[in-house]
């Protein structure tokens, strides 16, 4: 799952809504000696796993003789930054799998792992990486050559990883240690305000990786920079997957979250905590007006903000003539898509509806009978269903009621 946060960088009255490297010389790697004919050639598989294993190892107990065993000399020098880098990371798990191999003709090989990593006391199972790896044949002995990503990167990729914790809530990353401290202090009370709504049976803490600039936020996505210059905040989770299991991380853009004020980081801190507590309840099925509109809601809920300045884009469209109430497709909820801070806020205001004309923790209950009945057939039909199951009436009665509340809270 993950979670788009423009609209909260467009909000009105404080709250915005939502030179080349040195030559080096050319280094011919030597050539694998011949396997006699007749003879069986050995796996190079269980060398690299080996490796890879010893490799693991030493970046986790940060043992530098055991890790530069591991590596080709030219590699070595580089590959001693990684420690510094990770020497604040509290790692209570780094483990390699193969997932991409082929048994090499010569002397070098390229293959790809994945790469898991959990934080102690914050991650119940490892979060999962896709790194690419080189080795070559180093007087008969195979040795790493290269560690890199493929897609999101890992955050020592990016550079030397500090960490500041709290009652709640761990932050890592680039960012300077007040900015940390900082982004610490909002989320430990930006979790018991999740808990408020949704209950005790989620984990109850955040982790947050909080790098130094947006170019960084992006490399830890695995996306370009350019889409996301206008996002708070997303949280990456497997929706549906198990309240103990891996490794929710919200990440912060730094440049779009230092320009909210203390409400707006609230808010978008709660928001993202939110898809964390729901994530064991969020399916694929799951309409994103639904899920996003639940985490806005909550976000929102205590803030005393009017439903104008929650929703000024909404306000100027309800009161113009012909306006007409509909639920947000999920593609209006696409990064850089025109419409996507309206999308937002017509979901914000489509939750609060339900919550208060049945009750919020029905419109708890409603959330948790979609992620738990898939479709069987249309996606209307499945929806109408739940609507009249949980809240007494149809999806078109529901959406003509939020029209007309609408209208009455936005017209005059």
Known sequence: MLSRRAALLLAAAGLVQLSPPPARPVRVPPVAPATPAGAEAVPVRPRIEALLADRARALLRLDRTALVAGVAPAHRAAELT????????????????????????????????????????????????????????????????????????????????????????????QAEPAVLAETVATADRAVPLVTEVWGGDWPGRLLLCHPATGEQFAQLLGVS????????????????????????RVLINPQAYAGLSELGRRVVTVHEATHV??????????????????????????????????????????????????????????????????AYEL???????????????????????????????GREEWLDGLCRARLGLGLADLTRQWGEDLHQRYAH
């Not at 994945?114 to 008969?140: M, Q, Y």
């Not at 009017?306 to 497709?329: C, D, H, N, V, Y």
Request: hydrophobic share 45%; charged share 20%; with cysteine.
């Open 347 to 377: 979901a914000w205001s489509a939750c609060d509806l339900i919550a208060r004309r049945f009750g919020e923790q029905r419109l708890v209950g409603f959330y948790r009978a979609v992620g738990a009945t898939e479709p069987a057939g």
């Open 82 to 173: 990684v420690l510094t880098r990770l020497a604040q990371l509290p790692l209570a798990e780094l483990s390699y799998r193969i997932t991409d191999f082929t048994e090499p003709a010569g002397a070098a090989l390229t293959l790809t792992a994945e790469l898991g990593w959990r934080v102690a006391d914050f991650d119940d199972h490892p979060a999962v990486l896709t790194r690419r790896i080189g080795c070559e044949l180093v007087d008969g002995e195979w040795l790493l050559t290269t560690d890199q990503p493929v897609g999101a990167a890992a955050l020592w990729d990016l550079g030397e990883v500090r960490a500041v914790r709290g009652g709640h809530s761990i932050a890592l990353g």
């Open 277 to 342: 507590a729901t994530r064991a309840d969020t399916r694929p099925w799951t309409p994103l007006w639904l899920s996003e509109g639940v985490a806005d809601y909550t976000g929102y809920r205590g803030t005393g903000r009017s439903p104008k300045q929650i929703a000024p884009e909404l306000a100027r469209a309800a009161a113009a003539q012909g306006f007409t109430a509909a639920l947000p497709a999920d593609a209006d909820f696409a990064a850089g898509s025109a419409g996507i801070g309206l």
């Open 225 to 248: 920079a350019a889409g996301y210059q206008g996002i708070a905040a997303v949280t990456t989770a497997a929706a549906g997957a198990p309240l103990h299991s891996p490794a929710d």
